[in-house]
């Protein structure tokens, strides 16, 4: 049986048993449990009715905008003016600012971290020492064990998985990958280049590397809002529109995993990143934007709900975002901006997001438009951190000095920093630059 095939039945059948961890759904179920919850909440909302986004499908009759010539202008809110009208001046007034776009944040996008989470308790599973490649790399299974005595129906627990170089005996630099844990995938999509996997590159550096779960703690679907950790603190009822969504769901955990390691001599707490792709690429911006103890970000194609620009209409929009495919990663509010209010409405943005990072430093990936396809919009996420500049500057640190949209492989490299690799969908090809930027901090 040929490789590829070996690894697409493991796919079907970690798909099919990964629905099975939030009970025995069968995809017909599953999509009717989210039709049932997005309708749930478009009722709670008052919303008449929400409008369809653009086809991906650049073929298509109805297909997004994928021609520069026909983005319209559009005016951003400014991240340095208070919400009173009042502009910064000093970098003492960015804490206070910042606080105003977070609740502009947690009320309009990604919604509020309720006050009553549960704790959690971390168990090292198992240790291994091993190699990877040329690398010896100690690699520990560990489970975050949610605290559910308020709840008991409801199991929640967080995947992670930690590697260290086994011949380093200092706490080390981390960057964790929001990320599958298929291990049966892991050994056929293992790679027969000469190219170093990332986990390789990072264990080369003297660096560790760490790999997240987000699934097994927040479903990636709306049907599994009313379990994983959303679902507990809400015990199995229905999200209030101001909710967390999976976003913020997913990035608690990722702070969760920073707690822990926190208490781990392997690793140096202040020295840990944040990486994802796509759906995840959103997720680790939002993970970098509300903890500042995060030292690093790496935002792969993130996208619409990412570092993108949603005031420019190119590529994917809030519409569909806010379909009953995508509502469960924001909070039910996000939906009436594809309802009674546009993205014009939005009174914060990406580089607003960006923004709430600075000063730590974020490196901005995208893949190549011919390759990847724009429904992400490289440049609308180049944008996202290049309008995120002046509060960079403002607090001393360097903006990428430009507002112009640089040539494919064309590092901008600020304390923001922004490079489109030549490849599709994946952070891959950036990794090695990555890496070079993140050794001028670690
Ligand atoms: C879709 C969706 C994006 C998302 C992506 C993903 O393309 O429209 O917003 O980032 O899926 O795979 O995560």
């Not at 179920?29 to 650049?58: H, K, Q, W």
């Not at 944040?105 to 549960?118: K, M, S, T």
Request: with cysteine; aromatic share 12%; charged share 20%.
């Amino acid at each position: 049986m040929n490789k590829y095939f070996l690894t697409f039945l493991i796919f079907v059948f970690y798909s099919v048993t990964g629905f099975a961890q939030f009970g025995n759904f069968n995809r017909d179920s599953l999509n009717r449990l989210t039709n049932a919850d997005y309708r749930f909440m478009i009722e709670t909302l008052g919303i008449d009715s929400v409008r369809r986004g653009p086809s991906g499908n650049p073929e298509a009759p109805d297909a997004a905008i994928f021609n520069e010539a026909e983005v319209q202008p559009y005016f951003l809110p400014d991240p340095l003016v208070f919400n009173n009208g009042s502009r910064i001046k000093k970098p003492e007034q960015w804490e206070k600012q910042r606080a105003e776009i977070k609740e502009l944040f947690d009320n309009e996008i990604y919604g509020r971290l309720p006050d009553n989470i549960p704790s959690v308790t971390w168990k090292v599973v198992s240790v291994k020492d091993t190699v990877d490649g040329d690398f010896a790399v100690k690699i520990k299974q560990l489970q975050g064990v949610v605290d559910n005595s308020s709840y008991p129906e409801i199991e929640v627990v967080i995947d992670l998985t930690l590697g260290t170089p086994s011949n380093i005996d200092k706490p080390v630099p981390v960057i964790m990958e929001f990320g599958f844990n298929f291990p049966g995938m892991r050994r056929f999509m293992r790679q027969n280049t000469d190219e170093l996997s990332w986990k390789q590159q990072l264990l080369k550096e003297g660096w560790g590397y760490a790999v997240i779960v987000p699934t097994s703690y927040q479903a990636d679907n709306g049907a599994g809002l009313r379990s994983g950790i959303i679902g507990l603190v809400n015990k199995g009822q229905p999200r209030m529109p101001d909710d967390w969504g999976a976003l913020r769901a997913w990035a608690w955990g990722a702070s969760r995993a920073l707690d822990y390691f926190g208490t781990d001599k392997d690793v140096d707490e202040m020295k840990v990143g944040i990486e994802g792709l796509s759906r995840y690429g959103k997720a680790a911006t939002v993970t970098m934007a509300y903890d500042p103890r995060f030292a690093i970000g790496f935002i792969g194609s993130s996208g619409s709900g990412g570092v993108k620009i949603l005031h420019r209409v190119f590529g994917e929009q809030v519409e569909n975002l806010v379909s009953s495919g995508g509502y469960h990663w924001f909070a039910g509010n996000f939906i009436r901006y594809a309802g009674p209010m546009t993205q014009e409405d939005l009174p914060v943005d990406g580089h607003c997001l960006v923004a709430m990072c600075a000063p730590r430093p974020v490196f901005i990936s995208s893949g190549a438009a011919a390759v990847e396809g724009q429904w992400v919009d490289a440049k609308g996420m180049f944008l996202g951190g290049a309008m995120a500049g002046p509060v960079y500057e403002l607090l001393g640190k360097k903006s990428m000095r430009t507002m112009l949209f640089p040539p494919q492989e064309t590092l901008l490299d600020g304390d923001v920093a922004f490079r489109q690799h030549s490849g599709g969908h994946t952070t891959g090809p950036n990794w090695p630059f990555f890496i070079e930027f993140a050794k001028r901090y670690f």
